[in-house]
């Protein structure tokens, strides 16, 4: 069964600092996503990461893969309160029949 | 805004009753997945439907089931509840069902809250 998991699960950070989310997951996946959820809000995609190696940055926020450690990252610089949000990673599998296993997510708060 | 409508969006309902959840998915994507977030069991999958048929299952209660119809909507139906069912019902679609190539991104609807009292 694959397993994911995400840490820190709480982050408590001061704008302008940088940090990092880490996700290992347990069995070989080609695909990683990170999505960002608002309270009481939807899953909002940020990246979708394919191959070992991949990195990607949108703004503030870096992800990267590495497949052979089954570790993906995402990156925080210079934090900002809009940043606050939960992060989850997600992994791929099931070939044709796809679907994502999620982490438990990171609740991010950005203090002034 | 993704794209994925679901309705209702709050629904409160009592022990033992049986509620049905609707997805209209993105224009042209052929997938459909439920999930359930809670907060003790986090975002779990339930289901996957592509082009009416059910393709995956995932941690899904025997009393939930789901269906996909031809216009391509789905159902997840929720019955006998129990106050542990109170959650946030997350639909999500996608172009295709999965495969060696491709993105396979899911788009997420806003959601249903369910208030099992």
């Known amino acids: 069964e694959l397993k994911v998991e995400q840490n820190p699960l709480f982050l408590s950070m001061q704008e302008g600092k940088n940090y990092t989310i880490y996700c290992n997951y347990s069995?070989?996946?080609?695909?990683l996503y990170w999505y960002r959820q608002d309270p009481g809000k939807s899953l909002e995609s940020l990246f979708v990461?394919?191959?070992?190696?991949a990195v990607k940055q949108e703004g503030r926020l870096m992800a990267s893969l590495d497949t052979k450690a089954r570790l993906s990252t995402l990156h925080i610089t210079a934090a900002v309160h809009d940043l606050s949000a939960t992060y989850f990673c997600?992994?791929?599998?099931?070939?044709?029949?796809?679907?994502?296993?999620f982490g438990k997510g990171t609740l991010l708060t950005v203090n002034p | 805004d993704s794209g994925v409508t679901q309705t209702p969006k709050h629904l409160i309902t009592a022990t033992g009753q049986r509620v049905t959840l609707r997805c209209s998915p993105r224009?042209?994507?052929?997938?459909v997945y439920w999930y359930q977030q809670s907060l003790d069991q986090g975002l779990q999958f339930l289901i996957q439907?592509?082009?009416?048929?059910?393709?995956a299952k995932g941690n899904i209660l025997e009393r939930f089931s789901a269906q996909q119809f031809p216009d391509l909507h789905s159902e997840l139906n929720l019955s006998s509840l129990e106050l542990g069912d109170s959650a946030l019902y997350f639909c999500?679609?996608?172009?295709?069902?999965?495969?060696?190539?491709?993105?396979?991104?899911?788009?997420f609807g806003p959601g249903t809250r369910l208030t099992v009292t």
């Open positions: 999500a679609s996608s172009p295709l069902a999965g495969g060696p190539v491709g993105v396979y991104e899911q788009y």
């Open positions: 069995t070989t996946s080609d695909r």
């Open positions: 439907y592509y082009n009416g048929e059910e393709r």
């Open positions: 997600a992994v791929g599998s099931g070939g044709s029949n796809y679907k994502l296993t």
């Open positions: 224009s042209g994507d052929l997938s």
């Open positions: 990461l394919l191959s070992n190696g």
